[in-house]
C-alpha cells in the first residue's frame, strides 16, 4: 500500500466530478447493454467518462483540475436552486400567480382569484396589469 501513496503523491485524487463521471459512466453501460442490439458504437462512447476519471485522478495538474471541479460545482448549485425554485411554484400553483416585469424581468408573485389587478414591480416601480 506504501508504494501507492507514494504514486499519488502530487496527483490531484478523486473530486465530485470525478464522481459524478464514473456514475455518469456505469449508467451509460447499463443503457448501452440494453441497446446493444441496435447500437454498438453506444458501448464504446460510454467508456470515455472512465478514461475522463482515470485522467483526472491521475493528473498532477492539481490547479486545472481544481478549476474544472469548481465549474462543475457551481453548474451543479445553479441547477439544484432552479429545481428548488420549480418545485415551490408546483407547491404554490393553486395560491399564487407569477408575473415577469416588462421592463426589469424580474419575476413577481401575486395572489390568485383577486382579478384584473394593478401590479408595481418592487425593483424598478414600474406598474402593469394582470389578471390573478
Given at each position: 500500500m506504501n508504494w501507492f501513496k507514494k504514486f499519488m503523491y502530487g496527483?490531484?485524487?478523486v473530486d465530485e466530478l470525478s464522481i459524478a463521471l464514473?456514475?455518469?459512466?456505469?449508467?451509460l453501460i447499463f443503457i448501452s447493454e440494453m441497446l446493444s442490439k441496435y447500437l454498438y458504437a453506444f458501448g464504446l462512447i460510454a467508456y470515455i467518462p472512465i478514461l475522463l476519471y482515470a485522467f483526472r485522478t491521475f493528473s498532477k495538474n492539481i490547479y486545472k483540475r481544481q478549476q474544472e471541479n469548481g465549474k462543475y460545482l457551481r453548474m451543479k448549485n445553479a441547477l439544484i436552486v432552479w429545481?428548488?425554485?420549480?418545485?415551490?411554484?408546483?407547491?404554490?400553483?393553486?395560491?399564487?400567480?407569477?408575473?415577469?416585469?416588462p421592463n426589469c424581468k424580474?419575476?413577481?408573485?401575486v395572489p390568485r382569484r383577486k382579478g384584473k389587478i394593478t401590479i408595481t414591480c418592487p425593483k424598478c416601480k414600474n406598474k402593469f396589469k394582470g389578471k390573478s
Open positions: 496527483r490531484y485524487g464514473l456514475i455518469l459512466s456505469i449508467i429545481l428548488k425554485q420549480k418545485q415551490v411554484r408546483a407547491k404554490e400553483l393553486k395560491t399564487h400567480k407569477y408575473f415577469k416585469c424580474q419575476t413577481l408573485r
